[in-house]
């Protein structure tokens, strides 16, 4: 069987999200998939990002280093990981407006039947997150993609809070974030890739 091919997707302002993408690629990678990081594209404005020290380090330090995902990277893919910060209990509009743009693909049934799965992460531990990965989902459901949500499926799912739908992080007042939502995330792509696996054959 060829490698399996996973496609994990981004948005992330000031790097929670970006840390969060990173650990479930290695892992993906470890487990033995073919794997592209890709980051949506940003939106806002460069004067607001500039008015906040930490999004302009992110920015500057990601633009360049990761690619931008294209459509190509939907279609070329067999299975998704997504990360994105929740605004207001919603995904960000970054995010948003990515998925937004998949409507040809949609139309010619190439996203659906692929496994997938989501992470998120707010301000504080009860900022939205898990109203964030259920509205992403409902966008998956129209997809016809198959939602592998992490459950409590294992012992790293309750150390990173417990959120059974996926890896979800408070954002780090130091900048880091903590070993049990990397282990959490790692967990979760490993399954992904397991299920997804199972889907191909």
């Not at 091919?5 to 970006?18: D, F, H, L, R």
């Not at 633009?63 to 995904?91: C, E, H, K």
Request: charged fraction near 15%.
């Amino acid at each position: 069987m060829a490698d399996l091919k996973v496609a994990v997707i981004y948005y992330s302002a000031m790097g929670t999200n970006y840390g969060l993408a990173q650990a479930a690629s290695d892992a993906a990678h470890e487990a033995g998939a073919e794997v592209r990081l890709r980051r949506v594209r940003e939106l806002a404005p460069a004067e607001a990002i500039a008015a906040n020290a930490a999004w302009q380090a992110h920015h500057e330090a990601t633009r360049d280093a990761v690619p931008q995902a294209t459509l190509d990277d939907l279609d070329w893919a067999d299975a998704y990981i997504f990360s994105m910060p929740t605004r207001f209990g919603n995904m960000a509009a970054q995010m948003k407006q990515f998925l937004d743009t998949a409507g040809p693909l949609w139309g010619q049934g190439k996203l659906a039947n692929k496994a997938v799965t989501a992470m998120t992460s707010a301000q504080n531990a009860h900022g939205g997150q898990e109203s964030t990965l259920l509205s992403f989902y409902v966008t998956m459901y129209h997809w016809g993609a198959i939602v592998v949500a992490p459950g409590y499926t294992d012992p790293t799912v309750f150390a990173a809070g417990g959120n059974p739908y996926g890896t979800s992080a408070s954002q780090p007042a130091d900048g880091q974030l903590g070993q049990a939502e990397l282990a959490a995330a790692r967990y979760q792509a490993k399954r992904l890739v397991d299920i997804a696996r199972k889907l191909v054959q």
